[in-house]
């Protein structure tokens, strides 16, 4: 399997700031990894300008009508976009964002043609008391509830334990092997014709000094990355370009 980076860049980089680092990356970039971007979604046009994988960060439920303030997936595919991130924990910590409120999102977005990386992860303390595979368990059945086979091949699943996001912390190769083990075999009960083939993403203090023996693991199949991603150096070094 092609392994995958995904940048999310959060609330982060004006359009010049954008520009300059699809033109630095653009210029070295070999495509031996596939790197996908979603910038804040004020600049995504910037993105699939530059001909790579475009993403936003959340979007709504539904998909045209009065809902001020919403970003509506059938517009951003329509515009040339690639996918969304759902149920980034910091959607769910600040925005009340729940599994069962992200199921709708999940089914409107693969319905709408996007490819979508449903974020999972749990909290120190749920780590601690020994429930972190009961609570992604939760968090797989909840928001991937009714959801169809046929739209399997457009899910990618991004495991993010809360306490490694923008900490420093990473979970360590087995750590995390452990838990896309886990989801991998979830997947594929869920779906038998492909849970093999969804990629399941890494993502939590991702840097080009640990990438390697976090992608050597057998069910990781890339990165969600946050800080590190933000540095076009930084961000080609994840995909293979020094
Ligand atoms: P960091 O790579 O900064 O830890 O952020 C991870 C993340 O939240 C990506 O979605």
């Known amino acids: ?3 995958l980076l995904v940048a999310n860049w959060k609330m982060n980089k004006n359009g010049k700031e954008c520009q300059d680092f699809l033109d630095t990356f653009m210029a070295k970039y070999s495509g031996q990894r596939a790197a996908w971007i979603a910038p804040q979604s004020l600049y995504v046009k910037l993105v699939i300008n530059s ?7 959340n979007c ?19 515009m040339g976009g690639h996918f969304v991130i759902l149920g980034h924990s910091e959607r769910r910590q600040y925005f009340q ?3 069962k409120s992200l199921n709708a999102k999940v089914k409107t ?5 996007l490819k979508v990386v449903y974020c999972v992860g749990e909290t120190l303390p749920e780590r601690d008391s020994h429930q ?3 609570i992604i368990g939760d ?21 993010e334990p809360v306490w490694a996001i923008g ?15 886990f989801i991998r075999d979830e997947l594929t009960k869920k779906f038998p014709a492909f849970g093999q083939k969804i990629k399941i993403l890494y993502g939590g203090s991702v840097k080009p000094d640990n990438v390697e023996e976090l992608l050597g693991q057998k069910d990781i199949d890339g990165g969600l990355v946050g800080g590190a991603s933000l540095k076009a150096q930084d961000f080609l070094a994840l995909c293979g370009d020094k």
């Not at 001909?51 to 960060?57: D, F, K, R, T, V």
């Not at 900490?167 to 083990?181: F, N």
């Open 1 to 3: 399997m092609t392994k």
């Open 51 to 57: 001909g790579i994988m475009a993403g936003l960060q």
């Open 60 to 78: 709504s439920e539904f998909v045209s009508g009065a809902y001020t303030g919403e970003v509506s997936a059938k517009t951003f595919k329509e």
């Open 97 to 99: 964002e729940t599994s």
């Open 109 to 113: 977005a693969l319905k709408e043609g």
């Open 132 to 134: 972190t595979l009961l």
């Open 139 to 159: 968090q797989l059945h909840q928001g991937l509830n009714d959801m169809s086979e046929a739209n399997a091949e457009n899910l990618i699943i991004a495991y």
């Open 167 to 181: 900490t420093g912390k990473t979970a360590s190769p087995a750590q995390a092997q452990e838990v896309h083990a």
